[in-house]
Structure formats: structure tokens, C-alpha cells
């Protein structure tokens, strides 16, 4: 059991000294049960008084605070908290230090901070000036020129100042000092209390005096010490009375009807000793805080009692926050923010544990057991506030705390081991058992649940054999008296076994991990890995009851006074049956860690091991904070600032609306919310981080808008304000009257001229498609001169001719021929004349028929050849219809007509590029030679055929742009004699 209080025992061996023990135990083959054994009891448990704090949020210059050396705090009616410090005047809003500064400003330092009844915010500096901030700016109270030991504003807009010099007031509206009772040559320590009361130290005469409704009073002090100096004194004064502190002894002073007496109560007196003390305050929870280089006492004045905070720290000031949390100023650690001082705490920090790393707890009568994620166990006498802590040797996980109180036996596990302690040392129960999660005894046995199943010891101290009654993990274990059940809650739902025999009733749950569970009167409770919460009656019928929120993960479960509190990695869970609802408590809410590892009820008081050591929560804990504000510092359009809010804003389309937010919402550290919302179709809320320095609006429909602003808190809540700006967007020029009228009237103008340029468009279209029209008709035309070129009456009348001759020869088989082939020529010309394109075959067999046809008239010898390159689709390729036979015809009459000797004509077809290329070759007299051969045979002739078809190439040319081209080229021989004409015709066929 735990010793007492008072006692302190340390053995301490060195870890070399521990490892030369075992080696030379095992040297000596000394069992492993007695090596162990032996081992375990030269650590003695060590009996320490408790220190245990409230937890703090640490505020230091890590966190942007300018400097660790804190003087004053006070908190002004919005809400913002001031501090004044080694590095200045600050305004903290709970995410950003502002500060304030004026020019005239010799000494950065600025203490004393005081506020009046119009707002100010008065502080001095050690050089003796005064300032106060009055529209977000610093100003000078000059006019003084004394040395200033303190400063205090009182209800009716008047600043006191102490000095040596005596008393002096300020008055703000009159901007003007009156030196106050001119008796009072020294003053220091000025205060002014709840009632408007001014209290100060009257140095000179040894005197505390009191300012009430104008009049002065004074008051001796009784000491008990051969002289007390008023000088090295702090006074505070409240609605529990007046009361003085002495630097020099120690004593702590009431006020007595007309003189301050020593408080004697021997709690206070004790505690007071040995300190040096900063500060004295009467706070509004009716405690006296007395503030020391080594942490703060306070003093509950109703009931003695007297507690020491955070020793080793050296404090200065405290206010406590309209959001109710307690704000600590020091002078080497910033700020130390309390969110609730009902939340205490025990840990390594505070040297009330030896690790802060708690996983299990187990509760037996009045003593706590815990054991810690690095070896160590502890018992803890919540009777006398007293801690024993042991280290089993291993750092590593303790596991499976059950302590066993018919045995006086405290069970649990280490690497594998399972001991028992009793009597001041440890018995190994199980060697190289599996990982232990829960141990119980029941019916006269010790279960195990471990990762392998559970497990079942039939003795405790004697035959240590175990065997398994369940393959699957097991995580928890719950004795149930009414029929003597043992259940076991694991990966595989519950068991339900006889605690006796060991043997399974029944199922429950079963394919469902099962985390922990937990009974209340004739029900069990289990905590599902998902997060469910179910219930499990008498008749084994299973309800849900609720889900964890935030999606946390349970560890443990425990539940008393219809409320289940649930230990989970966001913190502790707890949620009331009757009336379904969940609170949620973690650091934000005072908790030293949000990692909760177990939990269990000791009268009023729910017990949590956290990662940072233990905690206790009261158990009807409530948590109702005043709702976070939220201010609109900053509003600008397009950079220009806003003095005030207006009722109504009007804005020029595409102005940006640009606002600097902030926040009063301390109790949710910086996890809070800033949300706005803009009416134009669109009600969502958007949010912004705490951290938001300053956002602009999307752009803003034209129309009327309707802005607001609010702060949503670390528990959703809604701040208590909403800021609201109404205003109109103007819209653009595009969407004014005057500019519909001057569209209105463009369109007109526009219209018109349309109108004329579509008729010009209309008209020149005409003109183009009469021209057409006639283009057309001269092409048809053409064809027909073509055609009639074709049929030169000349070439038929010879043609007949020389059938007729064959005919007179009696030739008549050459005669049928060949007026078959004048038949067949007179057909296709007649076909292709009303054709405007054909293809290069049909164009290459008329021009066959042509060909042999020309040559019966010629006198033999006579050659024609015609070459068409391989690359030539002739049936796909399409060229203007008799395009080639008129240049035919002018090689037949003009060149190899008038030849003597051999006649030859050659025809190649070849493409180039994208062009058609036909090349007409002869060998006749040149077209010179037969130019003047037919001025003597007929004065004034012209090529009929020729005139038309350079008249239909132009027409062709003009119809589509460069359609086809004809070259002549005169061919001479080497006497530079005519020698024949090339024709070469391009047709572009892309």
C-alpha cells in the first residue's frame, strides 16, 4: 500500500551498475526468475508530496509574443488583451501581437496597465512618462514631470498616480493635474477596488490610506516584527476586504476594522516563508493570488486554504478573462494562458511523476495505480496526495494494471513477463507470456486477454500454468456478478464465459472488433472500433446508443452516473445518456494532452492518463465559455480606407471591397474560424483561417449586397455578433440608360449602313453574275466556233473526196473504213461539243479518229506517234472538251501539208507538279514558211481555227483563273531552216 506522504526513499544504482549485476548473476547461473526477482527488488518505490497544476498554454516569443518579460496585463472591453512588457505596449487578439508606440518615447519598457472608465489604456514607462491609447494610437499625458510609482484609473474618468512627490489626478476631459492631499508627501502601491475606491501606501507616514467619496482615511499596521517598512509592501483590496503583503518578512495582513492585523493561520503563514514576492491581487474569484519568483500562492479566503502554482516560475500578474480563462504573466516565460483551473495536472515537468507518458490506470478504494509507455508503475493515495513510483527495469510498455485487493497484489506486464507485486517486490507470474492488454481475476482465477486469445491461471502464486480458452486478440476484460460471467471483449465481438469454469455461454458481436467495455447497474456498455457505442441488456439485446464525433478513435471506457466518458486520441469524450449529447474536452479546453489512454471515476473526479501525464476533470464537468467576437479593424475600397461603417455603401462597379477582420475568441487557441456571406443568390458561408490578416470580396454582382461577418468557434459555435454591410453595386457603363440609348441609336446608324453596303453588295453581286452570265454565254459560244472548227468544211469536203475516190478505185473496203471512222469522228464531236470537260481518253480517241482521218489526205510517207507518261490516269483526269484537235488540225494544214518527204507528228502527255502538260510536235514547214505559202495560194486568209481557240482559252482563262496556257515554239535545224512547230499546252488539273 502506499506510504505516507512525508516519507522520501531513494535507491539509486547506475546503469552500469545494473548491467554488471545481471552479468554477474547469469555468470553465476543464477535462475532467470531470481535475477529478475532480485533485480526488481532493489528498486524501491519513492514516496514524493504531489505537485500538481492546472495545465497552462505555454505563450513566449516561440509563439510571437515580442519579449518573455511580462509586467502588466488587463483586458479592455472588447475583449483584447493588452500586455506591458520589456519590449513595449502590446495588443494581443489570441493570433497576433500589435504594438503601439509614440515618437516622444524614451524607454521601450511599459507597465502599470490600468484602464478607465472611458476605454483608455493607461501605462508608464521607468523614465517617468505616461501614455494612454485613444483610437488605436499612443498618446502622451504630459504635465506631470514627477517620479511615478504607480498608476490606477478610477469610475469617474480620473487617473491616480503615485510617486514620491505624493498623489496626483489626472482628469482626462479637462486635460489638467491636481495634486491630491498635499499631507500625502510619498505614496506608492496605488490601487482602486471594485467600489471606486482608491487605496495607496502612505511611504512617509507608514500609513495605508483610502480615498472614498473624496475623503481621505488612514490605517496603521500591527506587525510582528520589530519594524515594517510600508515601502516593501503590496496592497489589494476587494470584496473580501483589504489586505497587505510584506516583502521584508513574509506576512500577509488583513484589514481589522482601523488596522491591518497578521493573518495567522499557520496554512498561509508556513507557505509565505521563503519567498520574494512580485505582486499581491484580490481576483474576481474571490482568491488572493500572491505572485513570487518562484510561482504564485493563492489563498482561498473562504475556506484557509493555500495552494503554490507553478513553482519555479516567476510570476508577475493575472487577470481572469471574460472567456474565463486565467492569464499569468511571468517574468522569463511569457504569458501562461489556464484555460480552466478545475483541470489539474500531474507529470514529469512538475516532478510529480518520473515519466508524463500514462497509458493505464486502475482504481482500489482510495489509491490510483497507473504505469507509464517507458517501464514505470505507481500508486498514487488519493487520500494524502502522495505518489510511489517504481521503474520495473525495461523501458518499455507496462500493460495489463489490475491490482488484486483480496491479495494486496498488483499485477502487470513488461516484456513479455507477467509479475506480481506485493509486499515491496515483484514475483514473476508468467514468463514469456504474449503482449498483455487487460488482467482480471474472476471466480478464483486470473484471466489474460492478450494479442493471442485469453488466457486462464488457475493459482496465482504457485502453479503458474496457464492455458488458452480463446484463439482470437482479446482487449478487455469485465466481471459481471450476476451469473458470475466474465466477459471478454476483443477482434471477434464479446465472449461470454463462466467465470468459474472458463467455459463460453454465448456471442455477442461477433466479427466486430470490440475496444473496451464497460457496466453500469444491469447493463454493459462496449466502445466498437468504429467508433459505435453500444448497449447490451440482460437478454443479451444489443442497441446503439451513439458514435463518437469527429470520427476520434476510442482506447477506454468507463461510465457512472448515466455518463459515459470515453478516452480517445482528440481528447476525452463524454456524453450524457439522458440527454444525448456529447462534450468534448481537449487542450483548447485544458487538458494537457488530447491523447487520452484510460479512464476511471474516484468520487467526483474523472482520472485521465494522457501523454503528458495525469489529469482530473470534475464529474459534471460544464463548459460554457462566452461566445467569440468579432470586429471589423479595416475597411477599404480599392486602398482607400473607411473611417466608419456606412449604413449604406455605394460602390463603382469593379471597386474591390478589401476588410481587415479580427477576433476575440481566446478559449479556442487559434482554432477558431472567421465566416462571411454575400446575398446575391448565394447563402453559403466561407470560411477563412484564424491567421487571415485581411481578404477582399469576390467581385459583386450589380444590385444591392448584403455582407456579414462572424467568428465560428473550436466548438462550432457562432460568435455572439455578426457584423453586417449593406450596400449597392453600381453596374457597369454597359448596363446604364444612357448607354442602352447610345446602342439604341449606334444600332440605328449601323443599320443603316448596312443597309446601303448590303445593296452596294447586292448590286455588284448582279453585275458579277450578268457578267457571268455573258461569259458563259461566249463560252458556249466559243464551243460552238470550236465545234465548227472542228468541222472545217474544207477538211470534209477532202475527207469525201478521197472516200469517193476509194469508192471510183473500186477501193471499197478502204472506203467503208474510212467512212466508218468520218462517221464515228462526226458523232463524238457532236457529243463532246455540248460537254464543257471530258476525260483525257475520250479527248485522246477523238483525236485518233482525227488523226487518221488527216492522214488519208496527206501524200505517204507519213509517222504519228503518241507517248502518255505511266503516271496518267486517263480515264480520271478531265481537260476542256476539242481543247487539243484545233492545234492538230494547224500542224496537218499548216506544216506537214505543205512537207516533203517524211511527215511526222508526235503527241506526248506527261504532268508536272499540278499541271497537265501536252506537247504537239511536227516536223512540217514552220509556221513562217506556211504563212507565206498560204498568202500566195489565198491573199487574206486566217486560221479560223486557230482565232477561236485562242478565243475560248481566254474565255476559259477569265472563268477560272489560269486554267490552261499555250506555248508555240518555231523549231529550226542546224542551218537555222525551219524545221516544224511545238505546240505545248499546260492545263492546271488541282
Not at 502506499?2 to 531513494?10: D, F, V
Not at 468507463?558 to 469524450?573: D, F, P
Not at 483526269?877 to 492538230?888: D, E, T
Request: one cysteine or more; hydrophobic letters at 40%; glycine letters at 8%.
Amino acid at each position: 500500500m502506499p506510504l505516507s506522504w512525508g516519507i522520501k526513499i531513494y535507491i539509486i544504482i547506475s546503469e552500469g551498475t545494473l548491467k554488471n549485476f545481471v552479468r554477474l548473476a547469469l555468470k553465476q547461473h543464477i535462475c532467470k526468475v531470481k535475477v529478475i526477482c532480485a533485480f526488481m527488488g532493489c528498486l524501491v518505490w519513492a514516496a514524493t508530496v504531489l505537485a500538481q497544476y492546472p495545465y497552462y498554454h505555454s505563450i513566449t516569443t516561440e509563439e510571437g509574443l515580442p519579449s518573455n518579460e511580462v509586467y502588466s496585463i488587463v483586458q479592455d472591453a472588447d475583449g483584447f488583451i493588452w500586455i506591458g512588457c520589456d519590449a513595449g505596449l502590446y495588443r494581443y487578439n489570441g493570433i497576433t501581437f500589435k504594438q503601439f508606440r509614440n515618437e516622444a518615447q524614451n524607454s521601450r519598457v511599459l507597465t502599470g496597465l490600468t484602464i478607465s472608465s472611458s476605454g483608455r489604456i493607461y501605462s508608464y514607462n521607468f523614465n517617468n512618462q505616461i501614455f494612454y491609447v485613444e483610437n488605436d494610437s499612443l498618446h502622451e499625458v504630459e504635465g506631470l514631470n514627477k517620479v511615478i510609482t504607480n498608476i490606477a484609473a478610477d469610475k469617474s474618468g480620473q487617473l491616480w498616480v503615485s510617486g514620491t512627490d505624493g498623489l496626483f489626478i489626472y482628469n482626462e476631459q479637462a486635460n489638467t493635474w491636481q495634486h491630491f492631499n498635499p499631507n500625502v508627501r510619498s505614496a506608492r502601491g496605488i490601487m482602486v477596488d471594485n467600489a471606486g475606491d482608491v487605496w495607496f501606501l502612505d511611504i512617509a507616514a507608514d500609513l495605508v490610506g483610502r480615498v472614498h467619496k473624496g475623503e481621505s482615511y488612514f490605517y496603521t499596521v500591527h506587525s510582528n516584527a520589530a519594524s515594517l517598512s510600508l515601502a516593501a509592501c503590496y496592497i489589494s483590496a476587494g470584496p473580501k476586504g483589504a489586505w497587505l503583503l510584506s516583502l521584508d518578512n513574509g506576512e500577509l495582513y488583513e484589514l481589522d476594522g482601523e488596522v491591518f492585523e497578521p493573518v495567522l493561520s499557520k496554512g498561509i503563514v508556513d507557505a509565505l516563508k521563503g519567498r520574494k514576492y512580485n505582486h499581491l491581487l484580490q481576483l474576481s474569484d474571490g482568491r488572493l493570488w500572491c505572485f513570487s519568483f518562484s510561482g504564485v500562492l493563492v489563498y482561498n479566503l473562504d475556506t484557509d486554504e493555500t495552494e503554490l502554482l507553478y513553482d519555479g516560475v516567476s510570476l508577475s500578474n493575472a487577470i481572469i478573462g471574460q472567456e474565463g480563462g486565467t492569464w499569468l504573466t511571468s517574468l522569463h516565460k511569457g504569458l501562461l494562458y489556464i484555460p480552466d483551473m478545475r483541470l489539474y495536472n500531474w507529470n514529469a515537468t512538475h516532478g510529480a511523476l518520473p515519466s508524463s507518458s500514462t497509458t493505464k490506470l486502475d482504481l482500489y478504494e482510495d489509491t490510483l495505480y497507473y504505469a507509464t509507455s517507458d517501464g514505470y508503475i505507481g500508486s498514487f493515495d488519493l487520500q494524502n496526495d502522495s505518489i510511489q513510483n517504481h521503474y520495473v527495469g525495461a523501458r518499455t510498455d507496462v500493460n495489463g494494471l489490475y491490482f488484486d485487493g483480496a491479495r494486496n497484489t498488483l499485477f502487470f506486464s513488461s516484456a513479455s513477463i507477467i509479475y506480481g507485486w506485493q509486499n515491496g517486490r515483484a514475483e514473476l507470474i508468467i514468463n514469456n507470456a504474449p503482449p498483455v492488454k487487460s488482467i482480471l481475476k474472476a471466480g478464483g482465477k486470473v484471466y489474460y486477454a492478450t494479442s493471442l486469445g485469453l488466457h486462464v491461471a488457475d493459482t496465482i502464486f504457485g502453479d503458474k500454468s496457464t492455458r488458452k480458452l480463446i484463439d482470437t486478440w482479446c482487449r478487455d476484460l469485465l466481471y459481471v456478478p450476476v451469473g458470475q460471467q466474465l466477459w471478454a471483449a476483443g477482434d471477434d465481438g464479446i465472449k461470454v464465459l463462466n467465470a468459474y469454469t472458463g467455459e463460453i455461454d454465448t456471442s455477442l458481436l461477433t466479427g466486430t472488433q470490440v475496444i473496451a467495455i464497460a457496466q453500469n447497474s444491469e447493463t454493459v456498455f462496449a466502445l466498437l472500433y468504429t467508433g459505435q457505442v453500444v448497449s447490451i441488456s440482460n437478454g443479451y439485446s444489443v442497441n446503439l446508443v451513439s458514435t463518437l464525433p469527429n470520427e476520434a478513435n476510442g482506447a477506454d471506457l468507463e461510465i457512472a452516473e448515466n455518463q459515459l466518458m470515453i478516452a480517445t486520441n482528440q481528447g476525452l469524450m463524454t456524453y450524457e445518456l439522458s440527454s444525448q449529447t456529447w462534450l468534448k474536452l481537449n487542450k483548447i479546453s485544458g487538458l494537457s494532452s488530447n491523447d487520452i489512454k484510460a479512464v476511471k471515476l474516484y468520487k467526483e473526479q474523472i482520472w485521465i492518463a494522457t501523454g503528458n501525464g495525469l489529469q482530473t476533470v470534475p464529474l459534471r464537468y460544464s463548459y460554457t465559455k462566452p461566445k467569440a467576437k468579432v470586429y471589423l479593424k479595416i475597411l477599404s475600397v480599392n486602398g482607400l480606407l473607411l473611417n466608419t461603417l456606412p449604413p449604406n455603401l455605394m460602390l463603382n462597379y469593379g471597386d474591390v471591397l478589401s476588410f481587415v477582420p479580427e477576433a476575440v475568441a481566446f478559449s479556442s487557441m487559434g482554432k477558431h474560424h472567421y465566416a462571411y456571406q454575400l446575398f446575391q443568390g448565394d447563402t453559403a458561408w466561407q470560411l477563412l483561417p484564424a491567421s487571415t490578416q485581411q481578404f477582399s470580396l469576390p467581385s459583386i454582382a450589380p444590385g444591392p449586397f448584403t455582407f456579414q461577418l462572424k467568428v465560428i468557434d473550436h466548438l462550432g459555435r457562432d460568435s455572439g455578433n455578426i457584423i453586417t454591410l449593406k450596400g449597392y453595386m453600381q453596374p457597369p457603363f454597359w448596363q446604364r440608360w444612357w448607354f442602352y440609348l447610345l446602342v439604341s441609336a449606334a444600332g440605328v446608324l449601323l443599320a443603316f449602313v448596312g443597309f446601303r453596303y448590303r445593296l452596294q453588295i447586292l448590286r455588284r453581286k448582279q453585275q458579277q453574275e450578268i457578267e457571268r452570265v455573258q461569259l458563259q454565254n461566249e463560252l458556249e459560244l466559243s464551243q460552238q466556233a470550236a465545234l465548227k472548227a472542228q468541222m472545217n468544211p474544207h477538211f470534209i469536203f477532202n475527207v469525201l473526196n478521197s472516200i469517193k475516190s476509194y469508192i471510183y478505185e473500186n477501193d471499197r473496203k478502204s472506203a467503208g473504213e474510212y467512212l466508218g471512222t468520218f462517221a464515228k469522228l462526226i458523232r463524238r464531236i457532236l457529243t463532246m461539243s455540248g460537254a464543257a470537260n471530258v476525260s483525257l481518253e475520250e479527248e485522246l480517241d477523238t483525236l485518233k479518229l482525227y488523226i487518221e482521218l488527216e492522214a488519208m489526205l496527206l501524200e505517204p510517207p507519213f509517222d504519228y506517234t503518241l507517248i502518255v507518261a505511266p503516271n496518267i490516269d486517263l480515264h480520271g483526269k478531265r481537260i476542256p472538251s476539242l481543247l487539243i484537235q484545233p492545234y492538230i488540225e494547224n500542224a496537218f494544214q499548216h506544216g506537214l501539208r505543205h512537207k516533203q518527204g517524211i511527215k511526222q507528228l508526235t503527241i506526248s502527255i506527261s504532268h508536272e507538279k499540278d499541271n497537265l502538260k501536252i506537247t504537239i510536235d511536227d516536223n512540217g514547214v514552220g509556221r513562217k514558211a506556211a504563212e507565206r505559202l498560204n498568202k500566195d495560194r489565198m491573199p487574206g486568209h486566217q486560221s479560223f481555227a486557230s482565232n477561236a481557240s485562242g478565243k475560248r482559252l481566254a474565255l476559259l482563262n477569265k472563268s477560272q483563273a489560269n486554267s490552261a496556257d499555250v506555248v508555240f515554239v518555231d523549231k529550226t535545224d542546224i542551218k537555222d531552216e525551219p524545221a516544224g512547230t511545238t505546240v505545248i499546252i499546260t492545263i492546271k488539273t488541282a
